[in-house]
């Protein structure tokens, strides 16, 4: 069964300042979700990523896969204010369509 | 537009009382989802299902149930034999039939609070 595991859990960042947010799972996984909460709301999708070398960007925030590693990361640059949210990974296995969340990382960045 | 849409946006309920969640989506997607999620606290899986007319438990599903008579509908019902429900539910989709979505959607959640 597919287990996720994110670190670190909370991420306090002064702006300007860059860090990656860690996705670590179990078992093959056919595809790895990256995913925005704000406070009270529901879950924005950011990336999808399918296969092993995969790397997205989208401004500040960068995603990639190693499916060796069994690793996704978050990177992000030049930290502002308005990224201040907590940030999920999914992993979602192929076989029976479960889709699996991390615990979520809080960031929280600071002027 | 597509998406998912979920109702109400805020309920309550007596103690003792079931009560049912909405989630409806015109994505054409296969499988659809239930999550919860407590202050402060991840997504855990109540309830998914991969087609019509089968679903599978997820890690939480004591004192829930659905159905999945069509493609487009998955409603919860939180029953009376859930103990503790006053939480945020978050209903998703994901992939359709041909394989060629990839992204799981979500809804805008329902907030459930026991008065």
């Known amino acids: 069964e597919l287990k996720v595991e994110q670190n670190p859990l909370f991420l306090s960042m002064q702006e300007g300042k860059n860090y990656t947010i860690y996705c670590n799972y179990s078992t093959t996984s056919d595809r790895l979700y990256w995913y925005r909460q704000d406070p009270g709301k529901s879950l924005e999708s950011l990336f999808v990523?399918?296969?092993?070398?995969a790397v997205k960007q989208e401004g500040r925030l960068m995603a990639s896969l190693d499916t060796k590693a069994r690793l996704s990361t978050l990177h992000i640059t030049a930290a502002v204010h308005d990224l201040s949210a907590t940030y999920f990974c999914a992993g979602l296995q192929g076989s029976n369509y479960k889709l699996t969340f991390g615990k979520g990382t809080l960031l929280t960045v600071n002027p | 537009d597509g998406g998912i849409t979920q109702s109400p946006k805020y309920l309550f309920r007596k103690e003792g009382q079931n009560v049912t969640l909405s989630c409806e989506q015109n994505l054409n997607h296969d499988a659809m989802y239930w999550y919860r999620q407590d202050p402060g606290q991840g997504l855990r899986l109540i309830y998914y299902s991969q087609i019509v007319n089968d679903f599978q438990k997820g890690d939480i599903a004591e004192g829930y149930s659905v159905s999945r008579e069509k493609k487009e509908s998955f409603p919860l019902t939180v029953t009376s034999a859930q103990k503790n429900p006053t939480a945020f539910y978050l209903c998703?989709?994901?992939?359709?039939?041909?394989?060629?979505?990839?992204?799981?959607?979500f809804g805008q959640g329902t907030r459930l609070t026991v008065v």
């Open positions: 990523l399918l296969s092993n070398g």
């Open positions: 998703a989709s994901s992939i359709d039939g041909a394989g060629l979505n990839t992204e799981a959607f």
